[in-house]
């Protein structure tokens, strides 16, 4: 069966989200306490400044006035000038984003790396000493904040033992990765516990399954039923996990670039919320939930290709 038909529906249900985003985004912002005149001024600022300045931002028209102006800059692919940078702010998301969906990207495999072999592992030696001590060491890392554990790896690989630098991106790609490895492991740990656990659980469950048995019944290589029928079955909630725990992961990259001291659009999104930078909240957010969007379009692409019967 094409998976055509299934990806332009969800593609179309994409845009009902993604208007949602927009309303949320704006509302979001507004909540936000203070404003960002008296931000921008500084405490001492009069009050003709802070409307002169509201004026100049269009903060002091209705809402929905400055709600169809945001549509407006977001259809026209501008987003405004940063408060506290002086910049246009869709210049600087083109900048610092691309290192928090690097960071992220690395955790991702570095998790899977990690998750995948590990839970067979664990699951083919189901209740012994191998399994047992597979998931305790994965407890531990789970039950263990994301700042903690980042502070705890960067005080004994970074400044300790040397081997990680303590902050920073670098200038050229390999710098870049060599950089981002420790932020990024500090992330994946607590994602890798996390898919492990569900994906040690789907394969005691699928090789207990009648189809397993017949295969082994027809002779087929163990390598062979792992692959093609046990990881294949297996892997299907694992990915809807996976694709769930992408918010989770975008958020750790937040607290993670700050502890890392990573120029990433999380580190960014601090700055901008305590100096009320509004258009620069408003684009990364926007930025943001759209990444995520997109990663969970990719994931149901990939759970359809995995169960075609998802696609129906």
Excluded at 4 to 17: A, C, E, G
Excluded at 225 to 251: D, P
């Amino acid at each position: 069966m094409s998976l055509l038909p299934y990806i332009f529906r969800r593609i179309l249900q994409l845009i009902p989200t993604l208007v949602f985003i927009l309303v949320v985004v704006f509302v979001l912002v507004r909540l936000l306490p203070g404003d960002p005149a008296s931000a921008l001024i500084g405490d001492r600022a009069l009050d003709a400044d802070v409307q002169r300045i509201n004026h100049e931002l269009g903060l002091d028209q209705p809402l929905p006035v400055q709600f169809l102006y945001f549509l407006k800059q977001v259809a026209t692919g501008d987003l405004g000038n940063s408060l506290s940078l002086k910049a246009p702010v869709i210049d600087i998301v083109a900048q610092r984003l691309p290192v928090t969906i690097l960071l992220t990207t690395m955790a991702a495999v570095i998790a899977l790396l990690f998750a995948v072999p590990l839970a067979f592992l664990a699951a083919l030696r189901q209740d012994g000493v191998v399994d047992t001590v597979i998931r305790g060491v994965f407890q531990v890392g789970l039950s263990m904040p994301v700042f903690y554990l980042g502070l705890v790896l960067l005080t004994v690989l970074a400044a300790g033992l040397h081997w990680f630098p303590v902050g920073g991106y670098g200038e050229t790609f390999p710098d870049r990765v060599y950089h981002l490895f420790l932020p990024a492991l500090t992330l994946a740990l607590s994602l890798a516990a996390v898919l492990m656990r569900n994906l040690r659980s789907a394969i005691i469950g699928v090789l207990g399954a009648e189809y397993v048995d017949f295969a082994r019944a027809k002779g087929l290589k163990s390598r062979l039923i792992l692959i093609r029928h046990v990881l294949r079955n297996a892997l299907i909630s694992t990915v809807t996990l996976f694709g769930l725990s992408v918010g989770t992961l975008l958020g750790g990259a937040v607290i993670t670039e700050t502890v890392f001291a990573v120029p990433g659009a999380g580190r960014l999104m601090i700055d901008s919320i305590y100096g009320r930078d509004y258009p620069m909240v408003q684009g990364l957010t926007l930025a943001l939930a759209v990444l995520v969007s997109l990663t969970f379009l990719l994931t149901d692409i990939v759970q359809a290709w995995l169960d075609p019967r998802v696609a129906r």
